[in-house]
Structures are given as structure tokens and as C-alpha cells.
């Protein structure tokens, strides 16, 4: 059985990210969508509010399960005895960002990443593009999912 692991902060979750997580639930016998912390990144919601939403729009999916990590992502997929990190890559500059880290896990620990292009139509959706947008008032309800869109408009409001 394979196992892959889909790693990202998820914040928000946005249709981009949905694109790649049942692409690839497609590929793998198995996939963990997993969100981690990373304390370089300010964020909008907190863990448990990412997994729950993470949680209820990955439902229909049968071979998904969702979790937490924190620490390395490598060390996560150990734990779990994943296979592959897949990873999204709405460009070259993703590609760039992404190459030295998919080089140093697999160093680190043989777990290889396998890059999944964004769908064309999704390339220029990112989580804290969302946010920049969405805290100016514009429309993002076509770049995430209704659940996170209204999440994303109850936290807004309390700002």
C-alpha cells in the first residue's frame, strides 16, 4: 500500500489545494493531509479550526485521513510509514522554493516528493493572497470552498 503525505498550512483552505489533495487521492492507496505549524507565518485560524475544516471538506474521500503534525515533515512520515510527500506547484517559483526541500527530505530520509501542477485555471490562488484580498473587502467566494468562504467572513468580522 502506498502511502503519501499532502503537508501545508492550509490557511485558508482554498480550491487550489482541494485540487491537489483529490488528485492526489487518486494516485495513492492512501493520503494524509497534514497541517503543520510554521512560525514563520502569521495565522488566521488556529490547528484545530484548519484540520476541522480540512476534516469535513475531504468527507467524500475515502482513502483520506486528516492530521496534525509539528517538527519536521520527514519525522512525520516516518511516523506514519508514508511513502511520498506530494507537493503543489502553482509555477516556477513554487518549483524553486520546493526543489531544495524535496532534495533535503529525501537525503534526510529516502521519503520522496512527487510535484503535482496546479490546474491552470487555479496557478495565481494562494492562502495568504486569499486573506490580503478577502481582508480588503474583495470577493474570494470563488477561491475557496462555501464552508471556508463563510469561516473566513465570521473571523473577518470579528477583526
Do not use: C, I, W
Given at each position: 500500500m502506498t502511502r503519501a503525505v499532502c503537508p501545508g498550512s492550509f490557511d485558508p483552505v482554498t480550491n487550489g489545494h482541494l485540487d491537489i489533495i483529490r488528485r492526489a487521492a487518486a494516485i495513492f492507496d492512501e493520503l494524509v493531509v497534514a497541517t503543520g505549524t510554521n512560525p514563520s507565518k502569521s495565522r488566521l485560524f488556529d490547528p484545530e479550526e484548519r484540520l476541522d475544516m480540512l476534516r469535513a471538506l475531504c468527507a467524500d474521500l475515502p482513502n483520506v485521513t486528516v492530521m496534525g503534525f509539528t517538527g519536521l515533515i520527514v519525522d512525520f512520515c516516518r511516523e506514519i510509514d508514508a511513502q511520498a510527500i506530494v507537493k503543489g506547484l502553482r509555477?516556477?517559483?513554487?518549483?524553486?522554493?520546493?526543489?531544495?526541500?524535496?532534495?533535503?527530505?529525501?537525503?534526510?530520509?529516502?521519503?520522496?516528493?512527487?510535484?503535482?501542477?496546479?490546474?491552470?485555471?487555479?496557478?495565481?490562488?494562494?492562502?495568504?493572497?486569499?486573506?490580503?484580498?478577502?481582508?480588503?473587502?474583495?470577493?474570494?467566494?470563488?477561491?475557496?470552498?462555501?464552508?471556508?468562504?463563510?469561516?473566513?467572513?465570521?473571523?473577518?468580522?470579528?477583526?
Open positions: 509555477g516556477g517559483n513554487d518549483y524553486e522554493y520546493e526543489l531544495p526541500m524535496a532534495q533535503m527530505n529525501s537525503h534526510l530520509t529516502g521519503v520522496e516528493t512527487v510535484f503535482v501542477p496546479t490546474n491552470a485555471s487555479l496557478g495565481y490562488v494562494s492562502s495568504s493572497l486569499v486573506k490580503e484580498v478577502a481582508s480588503l473587502g474583495g470577493d474570494v467566494s470563488g477561491l475557496v470552498p462555501p464552508l471556508v468562504h463563510a469561516h473566513l467572513q465570521e473571523r473577518l468580522a470579528r477583526s
